[in-house]
Nanobody, 116 residues
């Protein structure tokens, strides 16, 4: 069972930037469409960005388009989320997981807090 370990979260002021990283175990990572999800308190977890197995195709939730960039390094089993122009409404726990099927197991996530 593939596992994911997220890192890079923290407290940042509005307008700031963070880069999240997700390390995946296993040898099949390069075949997966991957996604970054987030869950704010009292809200459902949502997919904010996804990237195809090759990295050639990406998609984003409307509210993060132009501010977030997802990328991956298949040689290192890692997926990234560059977040710029952060807003208070981006505050959430962020998780990575497969986006080509309903995730079964979640990692611990990394907390992003945007506040002045």
């Amino acid at each position: 069972q593939v596992q994911f370990v997220e890192s890079g979260g923290g407290l940042v002021q509005p307008g700031g930037s963070l880069r999240l990283s997700c390390a995946a175990s296993g040898s099949d990572f390069r075949f997966y469409t991957m996604g970054w999800y987030r869950q704010a308190p009292g809200k459902q977890r949502e997919l904010v960005a996804s990237i195809s197995a090759s990295g050639g195709t990406t998609s984003y939730k409307d509210s993060v388009k132009g501010r977030f960039t997802i990328s991956r390094d298949n040689a290192k089993n890692t997926v990234f989320l560059q977040m710029n122009s952060l807003k208070p409404e981006d505050t959430a726990a962020y998780y990575c997981n497969r986006a080509d099927r309903v995730p079964a197991i979640w990692g611990q996530g990394t907390q992003v807090t945007v506040s002045s």
